[in-house]
């Protein structure tokens, strides 16, 4: 079979004026069905962009071509890889929850009379609720006596020895870490739902953990337990057993994390750092993983 590829035009306006737009643009996929909000992404971190307000994904379409690229990054030599979904004025991260408003408090316009002749400032404004992007619970968010953002333990966050666990089936039962050594380590679970990221389907039949698998987690020593799914719980019901498990036992959570396939095989380190807010149990983070 030929490999495919995903072509598309583009248009990015700039927040500070002006724009830039491309036409049939190719990408190397794995497989049909990526999002608009993937292609985006790449788009502004592959032609390092700044400043991007705005992305339409124009004229999208899938055909089969060699692949002109060798997959960044590989798993052999040193290795930075950033997790997280990048967050977008009126990105949906989660159904029901109002996507941020990113504004501008001062413009550099206005910002001329305050400063000397040439020199100008923007100063950005964002609204925003907590469970935005690729965030991390802390068991504040679960119980009112639990630990906020602010009083996190840098060791759960900070360089902490990551393992990846892939998972194949939607329920992910207890089996599925058997042949991962978990003690002391930040547990990132691939099951490469982030490819739904910001569609309709994102929520409802994603990939979850079981109650036993939560247990097998705390038994197994995990410091941090990461997803690339829209929820470490099953949302159909009422109770959250994973959330309630891992937290009661000051295990932090990150949800909403991407790009796990391009892990190493060898060992990582991973980073999952907000910013430390008093009186908030989630908040985005920016999802980092590093090896050598």
């Known amino acids: 079979m030929r490999d495919r590829r995903v072509v598309f035009d583009f248009e990015i306006t700039f927040a500070n004026g002006g724009g830039v737009q ?11 069905g990526i999002s608009d909000l993937e292609l985006a992404d790449y788009i502004v971190e592959d032609l390092r962009l700044l400043m991007v307000s705005k992305v ?22 040193p290795g930075l890889v950033d997790l997280s979904h990048p967050i977008r004025d009126g990105m949906i991260t989660y159904p029901g929850l109002p996507g941020p408003t990113i504004g501008t408090h001062l413009s550099r316009a206005e910002s001329r009379s305050h400063y000397a002749q040439g020199t100008e ?14 965030y991390i619970d802390t068991p504040f968010h679960r119980y009112p006596d639990g630990h906020d953002i602010a009083s996190l333990p840098l060791n759960r966050i900070v360089a902490v020895s990551g393992v990846v666990v892939d998972a194949t089936e939607p329920i992910i039962g207890p089996d599925t870490f058997d042949d991962t050594e978990t003690w002391g380590s930040a547990v990132l679970i691939r099951t490469g739902w ?30 941090l337990v990461g997803i690339d799914s829209a929820n470490i719980d099953d949302t159909n019901g009422s109770e959250r057993p994973v959330h309630s498990l891992l937290l009661a036992k000051q295990i932090p959570i990150v949800e909403h994390l991407t790009r796990l396939d391009q892990l190493p095989t060898t060992p990582f380190y991973f980073y999952a750092i907000p910013p430390p807010i008093v009186g908030v149990g989630t908040f985005p983070i920016r999802a980092i993983a590093r090896w050598s």
Do not use: C, W
């Not at 491309?22 to 049909?32: N, P, Y």
């Not at 994904?57 to 052999?76: F, G, M």
């Not at 990939?207 to 097998?216: I, M, V, Y």
């Open 22 to 32: 491309g036409q049939d643009f190719r990408l190397d996929i794995e497989e049909e």
């Open 56 to 77: 339409e994904i124009l004229n999208k379409r899938y055909i089969q071509d060699p692949h002109k690229r060798t997959r960044p990054p590989s798993s052999e030599g």
């Open 121 to 134: 400032f923007h100063i950005g404004s964002v609204e925003m609720v907590a469970n935005t992007g690729s």
């Open 194 to 223: 982030d490819v739904h990221f910001g569609q309709d389907d994102y929520v409802g039949e994603h990939p979850h953990l079981t109650e036993a698998a939560a247990q097998r987690l705390i038994d197994g020593g995990a410091v």
